[in-house]
Nanobody
Framework: QVQLVESGGGLVQAGGSLRLSCLAS????????MGWYRQAPGKQRELVAT??????NYADSVKGRFTISRDNAKNTVYLQMNSLKPEDTAVYYC???????????????WGQGTQVTVSS
């Protein structure tokens, strides 16, 4: 089985920065896409950023402020969040599409989420 474990959330003032990390553990043959989603109270879960190979994709609301990166050797994806705003407050979830072995198809996994709170 594969597990995604996030860390790095917390409370920060508006304008501040946080760095989220997501470690994928277990038997992994190949990653397709890794990314971050978030869900604010009363709202649907939304895409924040994804990375696949050399390409990245960002929600318009975070472009220029957030940066996604990955360390393939460590099976870890990061989200550097700068110039944080109160509207960035949400639970942030790590997401991965991967194959556990050559005989398995692509599967999707989610982390348990980490709270990010930005005070004004």
């Amino acid at each position: 089985q594969v597990q995604l474990v996030e860390s790095g959330g917390g409370l920060v003032q508006a304008g501040g920065s946080l760095r989220l990390s997501c470690l994928a553990s277990g038997t992994i043959f190949r990653f397709n896409t890794m990314g971050w989603y978030r869900q604010a109270p009363g709202k649907q879960r939304e895409l924040v950023a994804t990375t696949s190979g050399d390409s990245t994709n960002y929600a318009d609301s975070v472009k220029g402020r957030f940066t996604i990166s990955r360390d393939n050797a460590k099976n870890t994806v990061y989200l550097q969040m700068n110039s944080l705003k109160p509207e960035d407050t949400a639970v942030y979830y790590c997401n991965a599409h991967l194959r556990r072995s050559i005989i398995y198809g692509r599967e999707e996994y989610w982390g348990q989420g980490t709270q990010v709170t930005v005070s004004s």
